[in-house]
């Protein structure tokens, strides 16, 4: 779906905890336009992706990459986001 020279500057970024904004922000100013993020997020199929899960317009809540390095067979410890969350903007 994302092609592999995106997807390796997008875990490059993610190194790096670009995109942080503040809660409630359109989603689609998230990630500026000419970073690999922006890029990956604005294919069209990851659109259609999106906005198939949540509908036109979302809002940006929080992102967390838990990256795991290759070969491992165990991820990431699994925990549950927004579970009771009595913030204006949440997903």
Same mark, same amino acid.
Request: with cysteine; glycine share 8%; charged share 20%.
């Given at each position: *779906?994302? +092609?592999?020279?995106? &997807? %390796? @500057? &997008?875990?490059?970024? *993610?190194?790096? #905890?670009?995109?942080?904004? @503040? $809660?409630?922000? +359109? ?9 690999a !993020?922006?890029?990956?997020? %604005?294919?069209?199929? $990851?659109?259609? !992706?999106? =906005? ?6 979302p809002?940006?809540d =929080? =992102? @967390? ?11 990431? #410890? *699994?925990h ?6 009595? %913030?204006? =903007?949440?997903?």
């Amino acid at each position: *779906m994302i +092609p592999k020279d995106l &997807c %390796r @500057a &997008c875990l490059e970024e *993610m190194h790096h #905890n670009r995109g942080y904004l @503040a $809660v409630g922000t +359109p989603f689609e100013e998230t990630w500026p336009k000419g970073t690999a !993020l922006g890029d990956t997020f %604005r294919l069209p199929q $990851v659109q259609g !992706l999106i =906005h198939s899960l949540v509908g036109p317009d979302p809002l940006y809540d =929080h =992102h @967390a990459a838990h990256l795991t390095k290759a070969e491992q067979t165990k991820g990431p #410890n *699994m925990h549950q986001d927004s579970v009771i969350d009595f %913030r204006d =903007h949440y997903f």
